[in-house]
């Protein structure tokens, strides 16, 4: 196989109370790749088609990413890489990831898969460190793994992956509004109260023993963040409103995806899913932002060949 077309999904990263560490994979959105063999080494771009981005390998995540799995691999060939963007940069929810994760992926494919699902985590972390500026999984392993994934360690890297209970769907309301990574960060405190700490590191266990028990109560009472979201949801405007119509409106949690400005609601059931995309539409509908809202199962299967 000299070709490979993939479907690279988008994710959910921190999941509210797991920052940094938890993550989810989409179904309804995401990015079309194609890559190929070619006779010349490296790793070429040849065309991106949706947002304008760098063609240049060195200066692209996906190029980034692909470059270091040829290096492990020792090929005497190399790539060439085509991207349908549908992922906005910026939007919170993985584009960049969506770019590097595919690439390998797609990659390992036409190599007949030499490397695991680990190694190629490791690989796209290279790329996805040129969009946010450090080495980070959150985004990645969702991608790559499908489902609920945690990052318990980066050195040594190592990925749990965790249950996605059925009925389980996510709303996703994208604000068109740009929030940098870096300006996300810089608002987060250098230290917290053990009070708040502690809470949430029993948020992250209990939500943990939620998917594993299909406990969606315990799912719900888990999806709380005291200590990022309030510092983040100020660069999301009518975030607050959101939040709430959409909990009134049946979600089981709502919290902000990645550093935004995208915000997420998990919902037991399609119905209730839509029943809080309703909610998003009736709080933005009449205000000068545009946005986006989708409804998605959680994808347990991660980045797709589509041919």
Known sequence: MDTIKIFSPATVAN???????????????GDDMIIRKTKSKG???SKIEGYKLPLNPEKNVAGVAGLAILKAAQVTFGFDIE????IKPGSGIGS??????GTVFAINELLGNPFNKKQLTAFAMKGEAVASGNEHADNIAPGLFGGFTLVKSLNPLEILELPTPKELYATIVHPQIEVKT?????????TIPLKKGIAQWANVGSLVHGLHTLDYNLISRSLEDNIVEPHRKQLIPYFDEAKSLAIQSGALGVGISGSGPSIFALSQGEIKAKQVAKAFQNVYKNTTIDFKIYVSKINSQGIKTIS
């Open 43 to 45: 790793i070429t771009i």
């Open 182 to 190: 870096s300006e996300a960060r810089a608002l987060l405190p250098k």
């Open 15 to 29: 999941v509210s109370c797991g920052f940094d560490v938890l993550g989810f994979c989409l179904d309804s959105v």
């Open 96 to 101: 960049s990831s969506a770019s590097a994760s």
């Open 83 to 86: 991207i349908c963007k549908r």
